[in-house]
Nanobody, 127 residues
Framework: QVQLVESGGGLVQAGGSLRLSCAAS????????MGWFRQAPGKEREFVAA????????YNADSVKGRFTISRDNAKNTVYLQMNSLKPEDTAVYYC????????????????????WGQGTQVTVSS
């Protein structure tokens, strides 16, 4: 069992930066791929970024490549999402996710197949 708690969301102007954190509980955190998804009002939940259990492999959605960076610290049971050059279209609730899979597979599988979800944190980017 893995429990996920996100933090770090907020309001930022376009072009600004935010760093999201996701604290995980559970002894098996280091065996799971971790990821971030987001859901804007009226839209489906979409993949943002994922990182392998070791941190050696990452996979990003095309919409955030070059702007967002995912990382993890297994000693702290925490995964991060550094978001730079934010755009108004990045506005959404961001969810932390964990699955016993690879980073790339997390990026292509349906969100309903994710094993664990956090409660979400709101990110709002003003123009």
């Amino acid at each position: 069992q893995v429990q996920l708690v996100e933090s770090g969301g907020g309001l930022v102007q376009a072009g600004g930066s935010l760093r999201l954190s996701c604290a995980a509980s559970g002894r098996t955190f280091s065996t799971y791929a971790m990821g971030w998804f987001r859901q804007a009002p009226g839209k489906e939940r979409e993949f943002v970024a994922a990182i392998s259990w070791s941190g050696g492999s990452t996979y990003n959605a095309d919409s955030v490549k070059g702007r967002f960076t995912i990382s993890r610290d297994n000693a702290k049971n925490t995964v991060y999402l550094q978001m730079n050059s934010l755009k108004p279209e990045d506005t959404a609730v961001y969810y932390c996710a964990a699955s016993f899979t690879t980073a790339q597979r997390m990026g292509i599988m349906p969100p309903r197949n994710v094993d664990y979800w956090g409660q979400g944190t709101q990110v709002t980017v003003s123009s």
